[in-house]
């Protein structure tokens, strides 16, 4: 192979650059048998660029490797150099020719890569090359916008010195100030307005950057925008609890019941944030406590399944009170649901005000409701996805999410401690199988039958056959025949 004689003809060569050169030819290692020098080239050229290997690129260019040629993974020299801060290397594929626009496997040019990753002299080398400052990705994304989200501000100065443009947005509508502000950063903020940046341009949803940033309880970035000239909305003044400016908004005309592009009410909000007196206002000002949420993929949750995730047992006790509809003794399905959400959630006192208000502790995790308030409430809790189509309890729920104390509440409120599934699984096999110990043993502590079994004839040791849950569950005289669920076999 004309390569691999070429490099191993070069005695001259020192450790340095004959190192990188074997390490990248073990990737290629596959190629032996039908070798094909071009595309071996190009491998090992674009290797050398993105370690930084100047001495090995000058070799690999003087032996003809194509400047601007791709690997098998359809990178290119210029910006694997960029983006890994080697600005020799970078310096130096310009002066051999190297496409300046030329894209990687994620389509970012060469000043993207360097934007991204804050190499500040590169992105000062590459725009005095002519690099297109306001180059755009398939998703509209800038140069600016990467070093807008990495925070790297001298970057962002050097750009908008340059004339980066602050008006560009996502293809979803999403402009350049929204980015920044949800980074918190108030200087990069500054500096883009100082730009020209409209402070109140609005995404495809209607939102603003003020709305963002108040929807992720960025208050210095609030002030600052507000400061700035930024204008409020009923839902913004939600979103932040600012009841003043909700009434002067409400007096001037703003409808308490409008629902936002991302099919929001300012109750919502609220409820969501855990602002008590805004909730009044609110609804004193006629806001519908029933509203549901506009949506297209999940049976709509409503103010007060936000209320739950705002976690404010006042706002609860608040919409408790507000119609029929609204009270657990209802008979309303959705009520059938809160309680499992405020398990899952952790939301303690939460579930004391709902026990309190005569939630049946014993309900099962079944409706079609509760599955789709899971999915929108919890935030990612990670559940067993099997809750809602076999009958979960409320305290399986809390001991396999490891929400002891409200385990104990429910214990104490009457919860059946060995009630079972549709499988005919009980709390203990789902907190063995969860490797939840503290709901184990608060399990057993409080008379869970430790040898009962499901209806394919496994017991709790079935669920967790090595380790100190299993260690403790013998302890207590499980039986240990059976198969195993997990694990090695019940006897080992």
Same mark, same amino acid.
């Given at each position: 192979?004309?390569?691999?004689?070429?490099?191993?003809?070069?005695?001259?060569?020192?450790?340095?650059?004959?190192?990188?050169?074997?390490?990248?030819?073990?990737?290629?290692?596959?190629?032996?048998?039908?070798?094909?020098?071009?595309?071996?080239?190009?491998?090992?050229?674009?290797?050398?660029?993105?370690?930084?290997?100047?001495?090995?690129?000058?070799?690999?260019?003087?032996?003809?490797?194509?400047?601007?040629?791709?690997?098998? %993974?359809?990178?290119?020299?210029?910006?694997?150099?960029?983006?890994?801060?080697?600005?020799?290397?970078?310096?130096?594929?310009?002066?051999?020719?190297?496409?300046?626009?030329?894209?990687?496997?994620?389509?970012?040019?060469?000043?993207?890569?360097?934007?991204?990753?804050?190499?500040?002299?590169?992105?000062?080398?590459?725009?005095?090359?002519?690099?297109?400052?306001?180059?755009?990705?398939?998703?509209?994304?800038?140069?600016?916008?990467?070093?807008?989200?990495?925070?790297?501000?001298?970057?962002?100065?050097?750009?908008?010195?340059?004339?980066?443009?602050?008006?560009?947005?996502?293809?979803?509508?999403?402009?350049?100030?929204?980015?920044?502000?949800?980074?918190?950063?108030?200087?990069?903020?500054?500096?883009?307005?100082?730009?020209?940046?409209?402070?109140?341009?609005?995404?495809?949803?209607?939102?603003?950057?003020?709305?963002?940033?108040?929807?992720?309880?960025?208050?210095?970035?609030?002030?600052?925008?507000?400061?700035?000239?930024?204008?409020?909305?009923?839902?913004?003044?939600?979103?932040?609890?600012?009841?003043?400016?909700?009434?002067?908004?409400?007096?001037?005309?703003?409808?308490?019941?409008?629902?936002?592009?991302?099919?929001?009410?300012?109750?919502?909000?609220?409820?969501?944030?855990?602002?008590?007196?805004?909730?009044?206002?609110?609804?004193?000002?006629?806001?519908?406590?029933?509203?549901?949420?506009?949506?297209?993929?999940?049976?709509?949750?409503?103010?007060?399944?936000?209320?739950?995730?705002?976690?404010?047992?006042?706002?609860?006790?608040?919409?408790?009170?507000?119609?029929?509809?609204?009270?657990?003794?209802?008979?309303?399905?959705?009520?059938?649901?809160?309680?499992?959400?405020?398990?899952?959630?952790?939301?303690?006192?939460?579930?004391?005000?709902?026990?309190?208000?005569?939630?049946?502790?014993?309900?099962?995790?079944?409706?079609?409701?509760?599955?789709?308030?899971?999915?929108?409430?919890?935030?990612?809790?990670?559940?067993?996805?099997?809750?809602?189509?076999?009958?979960?309890?409320?305290?399986?729920?809390?001991?396999?999410?490891?929400?002891?104390?409200?385990?104990?509440?429910?214990?104490?409120?009457?919860?059946?401690?060995?009630?079972?599934?549709?499988?005919?699984?009980?709390? %203990?096999?789902?907190?063995?199988?969860?490797?939840?110990?503290?709901?184990?043993?608060? %399990?057993?502590?409080?008379?869970?039958?430790?040898?009962?079994?499901?209806?394919?004839?496994?017991?709790?040791?079935?669920?967790?056959?090595?380790?100190?849950?299993?260690?403790?569950?013998?302890?207590?005289?499980?039986?240990?025949?059976?198969?195993?669920?997990?694990?090695?076999?019940?006897?080992?």
């Amino acid at each position: 192979m004309k390569f691999l004689s070429f490099t191993m003809s070069k005695k001259w060569l020192p450790v340095v650059v004959l190192v990188p050169l074997l390490a990248v030819m073990t990737l290629t290692a596959f190629a032996e048998d039908n070798p094909q020098e071009e595309g071996e080239i190009a491998m090992y050229f674009i290797a050398a660029a993105e370690r930084g290997n100047l001495a090995v690129v000058k070799e690999l260019l003087a032996e003809g490797a194509d400047v601007n040629g791709r690997n098998l %993974l359809q990178q290119r020299a210029l910006p694997c150099a960029a983006a890994n801060g080697n600005i020799e290397v970078v310096r130096l594929l310009l002066e051999k020719g190297a496409y300046i626009e030329a894209t990687d496997q994620d389509c970012l040019t060469p000043l993207m890569n360097a934007c991204e990753r804050g190499h500040l002299e590169i992105v000062r080398l590459l725009l005095d090359k002519g690099a297109d400052i306001n180059a755009q990705t398939k998703a509209g994304s800038t140069a600016l916008r990467k070093a807008v989200n990495e925070q790297y501000i001298e970057v962002v100065r050097l750009l908008l010195k340059r004339g980066a443009d602050v008006h560009d947005k996502l293809n979803d509508g999403t402009y350049i100030l929204m980015s920044a502000a949800l980074t918190g950063n108030t200087e990069i903020l500054n500096a883009i307005l100082d730009k020209g940046a409209d402070v109140n341009a609005r995404d495809d949803k209607g939102s603003s950057a003020l709305k963002w940033s108040a929807f992720m309880d960025r208050s210095d970035v609030v002030r600052l925008l507000k400061s700035r000239g930024a204008k409020s909305d009923l839902w913004i003044a939600a979103l932040t609890g600012d009841v003043q400016e909700a009434e002067r908004l409400i007096e001037a005309g703003a409808d308490v019941n409008a629902v936002d592009g991302l099919g929001w009410t300012p109750l919502m909000n609220a409820a969501r944030k855990g602002h008590a007196e805004m909730v009044e206002l609110l609804l004193d000002q006629g806001a519908d406590p029933a509203a549901k949420r506009e949506c297209k993929h999940l049976k709509c949750p409503t103010v007060i399944d936000y209320a739950l995730r705002g976690g404010s047992p006042v706002i609860v006790s608040t919409l408790l009170n507000k119609g029929t509809d609204n009270h657990p003794n209802s008979g309303s399905k959705k009520w059938k649901a809160l309680l499992p959400l405020a398990i899952g959630l952790g939301r303690m006192e939460v579930v004391k005000l709902l026990l309190s208000n005569g939630l049946d502790v014993n309900v099962r995790i079944g409706s079609d409701y509760m599955r789709s308030m899971m999915i929108e409430c919890t935030a990612g809790l990670q559940v067993n996805e099997t809750i809602g189509s076999n009958g979960m309890s409320l305290l399986m729920l809390a001991c396999i999410t490891g929400r002891n104390e409200i385990a104990k509440l429910l214990l104490a409120d009457g919860a059946d401690v060995n009630q079972r599934d549709a499988n005919g699984c009980t709390a %203990l096999m789902r907190a063995t199988l969860s490797g939840q110990m503290e709901s184990v043993k608060l %399990l057993l502590a409080n008379g869970a039958d430790a040898n009962s079994v499901d209806k394919h004839g496994n017991t709790a040791l079935n669920f967790n056959c090595r380790g100190p849950i299993h260690d403790l569950l013998r302890a207590h005289g499980v039986n240990a025949l059976g198969r195993c669920i997990v694990g090695t076999p019940p006897l080992f």
